[in-house]
């Protein structure tokens, strides 16, 4: 999601970049066909319903998503493989999504970014919560993205995102890019940022930004625009 707003942007980034950390949190989606492919979408249905926690049917989930049958068979033995039980708890979110940021401390952000997946807010992300929410950021329109995109930022769900919930996440960004952001971060960086942002998004000076203040200007920005596209096609 820092892309999805343009806050962080490295210029060397693109859809392959993106593709490459989908498929490194899902190792066997990169995989070839082989002739075993059909036993394994049988296996896939047996254990759907032999973990611990038992997600919803292939066909309610497809309905429910906008991946087919075949892209929830490769992203449920993904999670699978890393969430054997069928739910993964903040700590364990926390050890996979920091893979993706060796050179920084993603532990502030991917809490963040729990609480966003967490919908129900049980402590835990099963994989429901996580193809529901993956199904948004890769394949919703404009406005689904942006609604989950307030969400995220919106830390005390009361319906507005404050100066001080927005300086939280950009200061969780900027700890998690650590030595990838060029040039160097002054450490007032982030404060300047989220005041630049806020004036933007504030239309009426009350000191919160709304949901309609949010979408309305990041649908006028070009960056925030552009930024969104890459989470296209990336499966």
Known sequence: M???????????DHRRGVRARLMKLFPCSSAKKSSTSSQNSVEDELELSAVRHRPE??????AL??????????????FKNECPSGVVNE????VIYSQFFPQGDASMYAHFLFNAFDTDKDGSVSFEDFVMGL???????????????????????DGY??????????????????KCTYPLLKDD????????????MDKNKDGVVTIDEFIDCCQNDENIMRSMQLFENVI
Request: contains cysteine; charged residues 25%.
């Open 161 to 178: 995102i404050t100066k001080e919930e927005m300086l939280d996440i950009m200061k969780a960004i900027y700890d998690m890019m650590g």
């Open 189 to 200: 960086t982030p404060r300047q940022h989220v005041e630049i942002f806020f004036q933007k």
């Open 65 to 78: 998503t906008r991946f087919n049958r075949k892209e929830l068979q490769i992203l449920y033995r993904g």
């Open 135 to 157: 199904s948004i950021l890769l394949r919703g329109s404009v406005q689904e993205k942006l609604n989950w995109a307030f969400n995220l930022y919106d830390i005390n769900k």
């Open 2 to 12: 820092l892309y999805l707003l343009g806050y962080v942007c490295p210029q060397n």
């Open 57 to 62: 049917g292939l066909e309610q989930l497809e």
């Open 91 to 94: 700590d364990t979110f926390k």
